[in-house]
């Protein structure tokens, strides 16, 4: 139901398109301070997934990026369509980590359910959150292997 496989996104102008090429490890919605200044909105939703999971189908030598440090206090490697300023995805400085696609790029987006809600201390107090369906963080998940399962489970699988 929630296969990230084979999904296709890109950036606003068209410049950048990508295609999933596996499966997500997790989504979340994450509402700290960071993502609501990147998204320029109330929040930022991060699809998690290994490196070689997404292929660039046009503009992969025209993406630019943009090195912020996280709130752990490591590098946070942006990237992002230099035509339009989409965000494509963030990552870290090391090749082998998962990255967070900015699922919002994806030309589908119905079929997007975050697992979780994290940074709800400073959420936008209109939003109105599943709290019966999502696991609810105040700040950042201590243990994220919890997000993955659950994730899992509501993906069909064990
Ligand atoms: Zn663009
Ligand atoms: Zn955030």
């Known amino acids: ?5 084979g999904k296709t996104g890109g950036c606003q102008c068209g410049n950048i398109r990508y295609q999933l090429t596996g499966e997500a490890v997790m989504l979340y919605a994450c509402h700290c301070l960071d993502c609501q200044k990147q998204s320029s909105s109330a929040f ?7 490196r070689d999971n997404i292929e660039f189908v046009r503009g992969a030598a025209d993406l630019k990026t943009w090195d912020t440090k996280g709130g752990d206090g490591r590098i946070k490697r942006c990237t992002f369509c230099p035509e339009c300023g989409t965000r494509i995805y963030h990552g870290s400085d090391r090749e082998n980590e998962n990255i967070s ?8 987006t119905r079929w997007l359910r975050p697992v979780a809600h994290i940074w709800l201390k400073s959420a936008q107090p209109w939003v109105e ?15 994220r292997a919890e997000l993955a399962r659950l994730w899992r489970q509501q993906s069909g699988g064990s």
């Open 1 to 5: 139901m929630s296969s990230a496989n």
């Open 44 to 50: 930022g939703m991060s699809l998690i997934m290994p």
């Open 101 to 108: 696609i900015k699922a919002g790029s994806l030309d589908d």
């Open 129 to 143: 959150i599943d709290r019966e369906n999502c696991a609810c963080f105040d700040r950042e998940p201590e243990d």
